[in-house]
């Protein structure tokens, strides 16, 4: 859950490179991470400096999002969202976040027991997060990669096996029924595909829009039936119209970023 209003690109690049991007007074650094990119898509980083209220925009992959006020730490997970909502923003507080890929899996906390949720995690005295019942020291920006090798050693952090899925659903005689196969990809993803595509769809969208691209090449690129189709995936998916994406809405809204075509946002 990272928050963007009007943003003017610093610096972008690839997986490898990092990206940072000004919001009146939030300032968003987000990059990839030498970990295995099947487990964790992206990494951000962000200090609010005032009280807000920000709209969220749907997604589909889950959030570890750590929170520092005035030296407390918060932790926890948040899982798939299936439209646009709205939610506080706490002053002199510093954000940071871990995008997992689509599928994923945080023991004990599938993405399925968490859709439109959030679940929190202890923090001890010392300032460890309680995860899988063991302490762990909390990340940085920097160190994210170790965090999520320990998590991965540990059996906690399980990637996704949406490949097999997709694999033998491209094979219909070959091995399960299409019905039990949109059971698993429900399972693991909390979704079904069509809400996948429709989320990813729309934020991809959004993204396309605050670009600078005309609604035209919308509708054309991403294969939405019209200007009125896409105006109610905007406004159901992110919770703002594309003339509010274009002009740069200072309204504070979820950080938009999509850094492959595959499912995952």
Not at 197 to 215: C, E, K, P, S, V
């Amino acid at each position: 859950m990272a928050w963007v209003a009007g943003t003017r690109s610093l610096r972008s690049g690839n997986l490898s490179s990092w990206r940072i991007e000004e919001v009146m007074v939030l300032r968003f650094e987000h990059r990839g991470t030498e970990t295995d990119a099947t487990v964790v898509d992206r990494v951000w980083r962000t200090r609010s400096d005032a009280e807000d209220t920000m709209t969220s925009a749907a997604r589909t992959c889950c959030h570890l999002i750590l929170s520092w006020t005035q030296g407390r730490l918060l932790a926890g997970l948040r899982g798939p969202e299936t439209r646009a909502s709205s939610a506080p923003v706490p002053p002199d507080t510093e954000f940071l976040g871990v995008r997992f890929a689509l599928g994923t899996v945080l023991r004990p906390h599938p993405p399925a027991s968490i859709i439109d949720g959030y679940v929190p995690f202890p923090v001890t005295d010392t300032g460890r997060i309680v995860v899988g019942g063991e302490d762990w020291e909390a990340p940085t920006f920097e160190n994210v990669g170790q965090f999520v090798r320990r998590l991965q050693d540990a059996g906690l952090l399980v990637g996704s096996r949406l490949g097999d899925e997709e694999y033998a659903a491209e094979r219909p005689g070959a091995g399960p029924t299409e019905r039990t196969l949109q059971r698993r990809y429900r399972a693991i993803t909390g979704l079904s595909r069509t809400a996948v595509t429709q989320i990813d769809r729309a934020n991809a969208a959004a993204t396309m829009l605050r670009n600078g691209h005309d609604w035209r090449k919308v509708v054309e690129t991403l294969g939405f039936f019209d200007q009125a189709h896409l105006a109610h995936a905007l406004r159901r998916y992110v919770g703002r119209t594309a003339r509010e994406l274009q002009t740069g809405d200072h309204a504070a809204m979820s950080f938009l970023y999509k850094t492959h075509s595959g499912p995952g946002s």
